[in-house]
């Protein structure tokens, strides 16, 4: 093969957010853009040279020639072997699997994740290490750093791989393998639930369900798993088929963006079980017959449960959350006389506990959910976990929430977004709130008294490393607690995010509506930053 070396220019931007680099696709076909991205991130990498890199991507636009690029790049940095998803197509949590299956140096996920897609939306990339986790801070700082020196890259001349058939090549040095989308998948799948009980239950028709793959990666996963291998009847699994723009959609897995499936849930016609995940297959959304399960109680109910899943027979290490996801999981932590570990937002920096087996399951409050099985959240594991502990229990899903509830008390949870907001205002607004933290412990609003407030700062146990400025927090004396943070996901301007939680044991507030019970909280959180009287807004953007 023939290698160029390619002059460029370096961009100023390539600084990646909380779950890689995410950008307009516009900004990705810049010139030289996605080149000088791939080239830096093999400049930062070490010696791949002997092992595999994998890569596929959620179908978005742009996934396909991205690959090629990435592919050509790999092939002039002398990688020896890359294994790429059939069709481009590989989950986020499918590439952790590979990665550690095989042994592999590392992996590229072409993703924006749960942001749009198609020509006018959003493109992603990110990188995930030989643990088969995203790469951390230290790692994406170095190619931050090389992103914005780069004068040139490497870039072999052949024609575009036929990313259609399941296949190897050989170009010189260079192996290529073509790979099924789902099996590996599927195998790990079969080696944590009890895939006997599912068939059972399912075929007898006592567990209905509906899976919404939002026309993103999760399709012909879901298809595989719940429809040809547990015997869900065909059609159980919707929007089945990846699409470039997602049908149009946002694949974000709420209440808000799963329309069909949501109307079927609460309906007279429900069945036991409904779910949806996100364009990359790592978020999940957990519904039960005209019922809705809050991802941070979803994370505290499988811990408590663990023990019924073989794959977990065992017991728990410990657990993990994002600092923002809800306190129900440190309850069970106390009961189950485990630790509990709070983590920035960002499944990244639950890498690190979870191979020095500090902890087994660990999830945040933003539909995500996984376990030492990969290093990635994994959104039809937690489907499968569901179903299969309504599979062992024979309750709905309503009555397992309930039964939690009534054993540990219910943290009632909501988070109010923000989305796209003038940037300066919104960091204006964030820092004058972080400069008055000080002086608020004591002070008395609505009947609450705060009893301290930080910014959270997250000392890793493990190697040592600190991560600053993630998140204002302030704490109430009765419990309760707002939380505020600015997302590191967006494309347009700034979102803030405002993460509200209550504690009760009071049975009669257990039926009642979040937005009535936290009402209250709500109120002081605008009181204390004031983002609707600053920007005009009536209400948030997405409420979850
Ligand atoms: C959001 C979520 C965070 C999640 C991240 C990536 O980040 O809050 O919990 O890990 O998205 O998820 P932020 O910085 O916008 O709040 V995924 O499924 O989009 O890769
Ligand atoms: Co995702």
């Known amino acids: 093969m023939h290698i160029n070396t390619v002059n460029t220019q370096p961009y100023n931007d390539q600084k990646p957010g909380t779950s890689g680099l995410r950008k307009k696709v516009a900004v990705f076909q810049q010139p030289n853009y996605l080149e000088n991205y791939i080239q830096a991130t093999f400049d930062c990498m070490g010696d791949y040279a002997g092992q595999p890199i994998v890569v596929g991507g959620d179908g978005r636009f742009y996934n396909r020639p991205a690959i090629q ?289 500090k902890i087994t399951l660990c999830g945040e409050e933003s539909f995500g959910s996984s376990s030492d099985h990969v290093r990635e959240k994994d959104g039809l594991w937690a489907v499968l976990f569901w179903l299969n502990l309504i599979a062992r229990k024979n309750k709905s899903v309503k009555e397992i929430v309930y039964e939690h509830w009534h054993k540990f008390g219910r943290n009632i949870y909501s988070r109010h977004d923000y989305e796209a907001l003038d940037l300066i205002l919104a960091t204006t607004v964030f820092k004058q709130l972080r400069d008055k933290l000080s002086t608020l412990p004591n002070k008395e609003i609505n009947g609450y008294v705060i009893s301290d407030t930080d910014e959270f700062t997250y000392h890793d146990p493990i190697d040592g490393s600190h991560s600053k400025n993630q998140g204002l927090r302030i704490r109430f004396k009765d419990g309760s607690r707002i939380v505020y943070r600015l997302s590191g996901t967006g494309t347009v301007g700034a979102t803030l995010r405002i993460y509200i939680e209550r504690f009760t044991q009071d049975a009669t507030q257990f039926d009642t509506d979040p937005q009535i019970a936290l009402a209250p909280l709500i109120a002081i959180a605008e009181k204390l930053c004031e983002i609707k009287k600053k920007t005009g807004l009536t209400k948030p953007d997405v409420i979850t």
């Open 69 to 357: 690029v990435i592919i050509k790049i790999a092939a002039a940095n002398g990688c020896r072997q890359l294994l790429i998803g059939h069709n481009g197509l590989l989950s986020t949590p499918a590439v952790s699997h590979l990665i550690r299956k095989h042994q592999a140096f590392g992996g590229f996920i072409l993703s924006a994740s749960h942001n749009p897609g198609g020509p006018d939306k959003d493109f992603g990339i990110k990188f995930n290490i030989a643990s088969g986790s995203a790469a951390p801070e230290q790692l994406t700082d170095a190619i931050f750093a090389r992103t914005k020196k780069i004068d040139h890259y490497f870039y072999a001349s052949f024609d575009d791989i036929d990313l259609n058939n399941i296949q190897h090549l050989q170009i010189d040095n260079l192996t290529i393998s073509i790979i099924n989308t789902v099996t590996d998948y599927a195998q790990l799948m079969t080696e944590i639930f009890d895939f006997k009980l599912l068939k059972e239950v399912i075929k007898s028709k006592s567990l209905s369900l509906c899976f919404d793959a939002m026309h993103a990666v999760t399709g012909p996963y879901a298809q595989h798993i719940l429809e040809s291998v547990l015997g869900a009847p065909s059609g159980s699994v919707i929007n089945a088929i990846p699409l470039e723009d997602f049908g149009g959609c946002h694949p974000d897995p709420n209440l808000t963006q799963t329309r069909r499936l949501t109307a079927l849930m609460f309906s007279e016609n429900a069945p036991v079980f409904g779910a949806a995940s996100d364009g990359d297959g790592d978020r999940n959304l957990i519904l039960g017959n005209n019922f809705y399960v809050t991802p941070s109680d979803s994370l505290a109910i499988m811990a408590a449960n663990a023990q019924l899943i073989p794959g977990y027979h065992q017991g728990l290490s410990g657990v993990a959350r994002s600092m923002p996801t809800s306190q129900a999981v440190d309850r069970v932590a106390q009961y189950l006389e485990i630790p509990c570990y709070e983590t920035p937002t960002g499944w990244k920096f639950f890498g690190n506990l979870l191979d020095a087996k």
